[in-house]
């Protein structure tokens, strides 16, 4: 059964901070791990991660893959109020053809200002 | 982009009803699409794979008789939540697959059953 864990849960930072969240895995059969921001009800695509080693930036946003360890992070600089938000991080389902994510619980970023 | 429409966005209903929530891609087709349920402070738990013709696969431990999935046109994914009950309240979300295979969600819908 694969399996995605975030860390941490929440987190409470001020503004202008820098955060990193964490992302880990298991999965039969990897082909690739996204990030999704959720403010209020749908989630909005961060980013796709395919390789190791590859920082995927966007912004102020940033992502890397580690697929020997298993884990991907998830950088946020000098974050603002804006970027409160649940961040989920979810990896393809094992199955051939169309499967679906599987999601972790997300990690539940509040920004102070 | 690509926009993912979802409707309702909320609704209550009585115990025993049965409540369809509509989710349309506007302006691809989706021959795949997906529901998600998803519990307060909780993650998005897939329910359902929805195809374009075929009938829906189901998750394990997801009741088809109970959520009924009709994906009749390219366009178009409706799961209907039958007979509800206060447990079955939630919120539920879909996405669909673009032709370049990336993924689009709703905005949810969230249903509340009393």
């Known amino acids: 059964e694969d399996k995605v864990v975030q860390s941490p849960l929440s987190l409470v930072v001020h503004e202008g901070d820098t955060v990193t969240l964490n992302c880990s895995y298991e999965?039969?059969?990897?082909?690739?791990l996204l990030w999704y921001k959720q403010e209020k009800k749908a989630p909005t695509f961060l980013f796709m991660l395919?390789?190791?080693?590859i920082e995927k930036k966007s912004g102020r946003l940033s992502s890397i893959l580690d697929k020997k360890e298993l884990f991907s992070i998830l950088n946020i600089t000098a974050t603002q109020t804006g970027d409160s938000a649940v961040y989920l991080c979810a990896v393809p389902s094992s199955g051939g053809g169309a499967d679906g994510l599987t999601f972790g619980k997300g990690t539940h970023l509040i920004i102070q200002p | 982009g690509a926009v993912v429409s979802q409707h309702p966005s909320w609704v209550i209903c009585k115990s025993g009803t049965s409540v369809k929530i509509e989710c349309r891609s506007l302006d691809f087709q989706a021959t795949t699409m997906f529901w998600y349920r998803q519990f307060p402070k909780q993650s998005l738990m897939l329910m359902a794979t929805?195809?374009?013709?075929?009938?829906?696969?189901?998750e394990q431990g997801v009741e088809k008789d109970k959520f009924l999935i009709n994906h009749a046109s390219l366009t178009l994914s409706t799961l209907t939540v039958t007979s509800a009950h206060p447990e079955d309240s939630s919120f539920y979300i879909c996405s669909a697959r673009s032709e370049g295979g990336k993924l689009f969600f709703g905005s949810g819908t969230q249903l509340s059953v009393l």
């Open positions: 999965v039969t059969n990897f082909r690739s």
């Open positions: 395919t390789s190791s080693g």
């Open positions: 929805s195809n374009e013709g075929s009938k829906a696969t189901y």
